[in-house]
DNA sequence: CTGAAAGCGCTTACAG
DNA sequence: CTGAAAGCGCTTACAG
């Protein structure tokens, strides 16, 4: 038997006998005899490899969304390469060195990823896929939720609950998330007819950023009774910013809504009120889309926008109603 | 110029001109070229890869691991290809995928690596490295810190506190690293001359495990004073379940010391008292047993023992000594 | 020191 | 439907 046809065994649209596939199939798992890709791939062109950019990780939304989307994207017959480094300038010079694998495309789970990098996948054919964030120039494949809608349910939420005085944390004023959610807080805060929410800065999308934030309260304008954080690990750190560090109560003094809900936000010490992701729907989103890519097919809608996922009641909103609570 | 030239000059051992590889270098510089792995591979064999297998995610300390060492294997010129699942079973698959890339070597993370998966691996020519645990077997490389002794360390942290009715939350049976905590604390509680810990079994390395362990104390024979658990994150559940479920204090009524130093263990919600393990060490001793594997030179000593790491104390142990604290 | 040639393990027109 | 042949992009003896 020829390796012309071996070979054809291996792929379903190849033209061969069918019991001349049965056979060969049949012997190459007696003896474990796969393909090898790398020869595979110096000649299709096609690697079935997905490199994946990670950086800060100290969101736990983040090594869930890769474990499971690895499996994920496992299952699919892909394999996936990871690219990891704590500065930007690194994580750049890893990206070009997962490049030479020649990745079928990118998916960037990394908040940093400068713009040229994109560039420079784009450039050696592997398109990106911006996972839960959207690319800093709007180009390149997003896979997101609706913060918009995520944002205005957290303000209904607030406001519906006799909250008068409401505040966003902002995280890395460069990320779409963070914008997004913003955006539709402030929007439906103002339309709802009370102030627009103060700011508060914090920079970052990570717990110490958050405690920093927390700690920045006491010297606002005006003393906020309902807030909005960007994620969940900001709005842990600036909660117990505000128990610790100010000696504040959440939420008898101020309420407190999250975003994502990480496992951690359902912990007793927490009990967060967040916003929860379609983060199942946003995964499958992106593995088809992944193979879609892999495959050269073209793929008209380069956003995928995902429902925006459900408000999550927990300990940390009281109701401030007249007549209720205390 | 021949592609042979070129070629040599990429390696530093080849009998080339300075010049010439001056020139070439030079020149693949300006037009981006690098040699293509694949076609590298099928020559020589290697490929620069190196599998990681990594499962269960939960645990905080894992995705730190995984990217730091991701970016330090990519600053040694090697690549991670991730293989993740949640069963072993599915992980098997995984990492057969993985193999078909033939990486040089794996890294395991994951606690639940099956032994005729470690098996595999070897058969196909990659040496297997367990990061912080031992093979089920005691076969395979393996870097881990002195966790008999971080049992020691913290058993007489808590004796010498004054601590007189121990007890120790037991994970997975099956880690080498809980075993050899375990019996590092009992086999010191005894020289010291008490009775020996009582054993709560959580089973897992996880939050909600050591949240069930918390529930379990108030039907355990004697009530414990001092508590060993055998990692933060069970730790933080555990102390949780104490404070939320049974009402008891921490550290009035009851001391708790995790394993690990995980980000979390420092925030002001948990600020636990933890044996740090020394993970710079450890990574920097993977990363060369790593590059010595690659290059296929003889590794002799199959298990590298990094010193135990320091108690760091922090607010979940009380000192009990007769006059002291109250 | 450099180049021509063989060969790594595959896929895919092309002939039969 | 199957096989022989070319070729993917490299490395490495071998000759010069």
């Known amino acids: 038997m020829s390796v012309s046809t071996v070979s054809r065994a291996f792929y379903p649209s190849a033209i061969i006998a069918a019991e001349t596939r049965r056979i060969v199939l049949e012997r190459a798992n007696e003896i474990g005899y796969r393909p090898n890709p790398f020869a595979q791939s110096l000649i299709t062109k096609k690697t079935q490899i997905v490199g994946m950019v990670v ?6 939304f983040y090594p869930d969304v890769m474990t499971k989307l690895t499996a994920l994207l496992q299952q699919a017959g892909m394999n996936v390469m990871l690219a990891s480094a704590d500065t930007p300038e690194k994580l ?4 070009e060195l997962l490049l030479t694998y020649q990745p079928d495309l990118m ?7 400068q713009s040229h990098a994109r560039e420079k996948c784009e450039a050696v054919g592997a398109p990106v896929i911006f996972f839960n964030r959207l690319s800093a120039d709007g180009l390149g494949y997003g896979v997101s939720c609706d913060n918009v809608e995520g ?12 909250h008068r005085e409401l505040a966003y944390v902002s995280a890395f004023p460069g990320a779409s998330t963070n914008v997004e959610r913003q955006r539709g807080f402030c929007d439906r805060t103002l339309e709802r007819g009370l102030d627009t929410p103060q700011i508060i800065e914090a920079g970052l999308f990570s717990y110490e950023a958050g405690y920093e934030a ?7 304008p005006r003393h906020p009774d309902g807030v909005l954080c960007a994620n969940d690990i900001l709005a842990i750190g600036f909660i117990e910013a505000l128990q610790e560090g100010l ?3 959440v939420p008898g003094d101020v309420s ?13 010490s927490h009990r967060l009120t967040t916003i929860a992701q379609p983060l199942e729907q946003m995964m499958a989103a992106t593995v088809s889309l992944a193979r879609e890519l892999a495959a050269e097919r073209q793929v008209p ?26």
């Open 55 to 60: 950086s800060d990780l100290t969101n736990p």
């Open 92 to 95: 750049d010079e890893a990206v």
């Open 107 to 113: 998916v960037v789970l990394a908040t940093n990823l």
């Open 151 to 162: 944002g205005r349910q957290a303000a209904d939420h607030l406001i519906d609950l006799g």
């Open 214 to 220: 927390g700690l920045s309260v006491k010297s606002l």
């Open 247 to 249: 000696g504040l109560d």
């Open 256 to 268: 407190v809504v999250g975003y994502d809900n990480i496992a951690m936000a359902g912990w007793p």
């Open 301 to 326: 809608q380069r956003i995928l926008r995902i429902g925006p996922g459900e408000l999550v009641e927990r300990r940390t909103v009281r109701d401030r109603r007249k007549g209720k609570g205390a």
